[in-house]
């Protein structure tokens, strides 16, 4: 007999926090939007509940318009349903998504449930070992220290995008190996921009970018980005070039102390717009200091741009040989890659091969059949 919750059929009630969605330009929102919409084309008999809660929206919220897809808002403040949940366990999810098979917890919080099974993805566990790297320090404590233990006390099965988050699990929470599935994040087909030299051209007008530049997708702003030395080398080694910075203006000037020479803010790009623009950078630099896996790497592999990036953390594991890896502390290093790309068109050529070849071994279209498949483990049932 089949346990699920959906139809005569046996498919499945799959509940999804979206929660981060609301704050649309971080790695976290990137993630949830690309599972959720691959996710609901890979089973369209399916159905994916999508669950978020904002008491003060500052963005319009992100809906998917599939036809196996519904969208539940809870308007209560998010931290005071956390502490019900965290601390009674009490409202359960299916008061408000009606019956589940499985819950998706996308990021720290899993919410209570009367029977589905519970799945968390965790990104990245940094703040543990480098809470100087983030800039909402009590932000990051809070979910860290207090939301994370609990949900991971609940979980049937994490999900980590690497194995360095993986490796930080056991070593940092304790969570035993056998309860972490390792599914890496994809990148979008649209990425890999085709030689419309046309396009590129009505989009580099439109946002001003009339000279030759260098291009740091920042993602999020905070200080794991390793701003500072990204412009500082970028100077050194490139001064007749401009740094164009993709990402919050506001956030980004303040990382920058006042100090914008030679940089070009263009602010939050349309996922149109985006890869376009790292299509048309000479280089791409994203010398983080700690990724969980390094979304803006592989999107630029895959809009064929030459990358230097950080030999540290996940993001080997995402770029292998395709970029030139460099010491992220280290601003003459990160220089001297810079120099040395320019001076080698032959190089850059390789590279730019070599990472859309690599791009195209991550999808999102895979990463969602792993992650069906892993509900299916949970809740088995022939289809």
Known sequence: MCSRRGDDHGRMRIGVDIYQTGFPFGGIARYV???????????PSDRFVLVSNHFRRNHAPWRHPGPNVTHVDLQVPRR???????RIGWPPMDSFAGPLDIFHGTHFVLPPVRTAKRVLTVHDLTFLRHPEYFSDGPLNLRGHRMELPAALKHADVIIA??????????????VPEDRIRVIPEGVEAHFFVSQDRSKLQEVKDRLGLSRPYLIFLVGTPEPRKNLLRTVAASRLAAPDLDLVIIGPKDPIRSLLEGDARGVHLIGSLSEEDLPYVLHGAVLSLYPSLAEGFGLPALESLAAGVPLVTSDRTAVPEVVGEAAVRIEPESIEEIAQAIRSLLGDEDRRRRLV??????????SWERSAREVLSLYGELVPCRY
Do not use: H
């Open 33 to 43: 939007r690309a599972l959720v919409s691959a996710m609901a084309a890979a089973a």
């Open 353 to 362: 091969e070599a990472g859309k070849a690599r791009a195209r071994e991550f």
């Open 161 to 174: 995008p690497s194995d360095y988050t993986r490796r930080a699990l056991i070593e940092l929470m304790k």
């Open 80 to 86: 005071l349903m956390q502490t019900c949940w965290n």
